[in-house]
């Protein structure tokens, strides 16, 4: 058998195989696309988890839970998290109850307009961080627009803008936006014919929203609450900006303790942001465990 024959019998040897490979890249061929994804994805999330995850347990080059004790002996500290806590409560509370009162509204109206209004909702969504609290200052700062009108008709005494009360009505606003975007889609969901059906049989509005809308819309307005509260407790722009960095929360310590001027505690900032990843795991659960137990989660 000569050189020739032998090349073109291994030609017809591998012929099956490059087939069989080129159906393999074929049939894979999307999921190669998601290769740059899963690379970033693991770069700027996971590797950052990982890393705050690990740093948390030292405490002067060595492995210790002293970053975790100093957490729970600081008062300083957990008040941080308390006001984190009942800001992003309250707030996610008040933005989802208005926004779905909005969207609600809403679906009246006709399409040009209701398109319109979603623009414009999700232009407004975008806007936050600095230009949002120099927005606050101008309208209702101690020296605000509104602030100065409505202490001139005397339904105010005064207004702080920095205090506890002011901080949550900066982050209702820039909740109420998100919160109607994420609400839009549930609520055109449901059928007008349902509505109808309900007022012909003798209900009421009311009893409508409450037995039948409401328990249809529990899924989307629980996963809606989480959404907004995991956005409000990781805001830390917008209250900078607003207070300087002189309201204690959760954001603010642990930027304070990565970026300040003195005393620098990477790991005891660490250790905090993996607290933070823990409630939020943990309200994500319970809020998937709910809408597990939903009847109208399918």
């Known amino acids: 058998m000569n050189s020739k024959t032998i090349s073109l019998a291994t030609q017809v040897n591998n012929e099956p195989k490059q087939s069989s490979l080129l159906l393999i890249l074929h049939q894979y061929k999307p999921a190669l696309w998601l290769i740059p994804f899963a690379l970033f994805f693991y770069l700027f999330q996971i590797a950052p988890m990982i890393w705050v995850f690990i740093n948390s347990f030292i405490y002067e080059g060595n492995w210790s839970l002293e970053n975790y ?7 300083f500290i957990l008040q941080s998290f308390s006001n984190s806590i009942w800001i992003s409560f309250w707030s996610s509370l008040v933005g989802l109850m208005l926004a779905a009162f909005f969207v609600s509204s809403l679906r009246h109206l006709n399409n040009r307009l209701k398109e319109a209004i979603i623009a414009f909702t999700n232009m407004s969504s975008n806007f936050a961080g600095v230009p949002l609290a120099f927005a606050f200052i101008i309208i209702l700062g101690t020296n605000g627009a509104v602030t100065l009108l409505l202490k001139q008709w005397g339904l105010i005494e005064d207004f702080n803008l920095y205090s506890r009360w002011g901080l949550l009505t900066l982050y209702t ?10 609400l839009y889609p549930a609520f055109d969901a449901l059928k007008k014919d349902a509505y109808e ?8 509005p009311f009893k409508y929203w409450i037995k039948i809308g409401l328990p249809i819309l529990s899924p989307a307005l629980l996963g809606t609450f989480i959404i907004l509260f995991a956005n409000a407790i990781g805001a830390y722009a917008s209250v900078y900006a607003l207070t300087s960095g002189n309201y204690n929360m959760i954001t603010i310590r642990v930027a304070s303790l ?41």
């Open 173 to 182: 606003y820039f909740q109420i936006p998100l919160g109607i975007l994420l």
């Open 197 to 204: 059906a309900a007022l012909l049989l003798g209900s009421s």
């Open 258 to 298: 990565v970026s300040g001027d003195l005393f620098l505690e990477p790991n005891l900032a660490a250790a905090i942001s993996v607290l933070l990843m823990l409630l939020l795991f943990f309200i994500t659960a319970i809020n998937q465990w709910l809408i597990a137990r939903s009847c109208y989660a399918k």
């Open 69 to 75: 004790q100093e957490i729970f002996d600081s008062t």
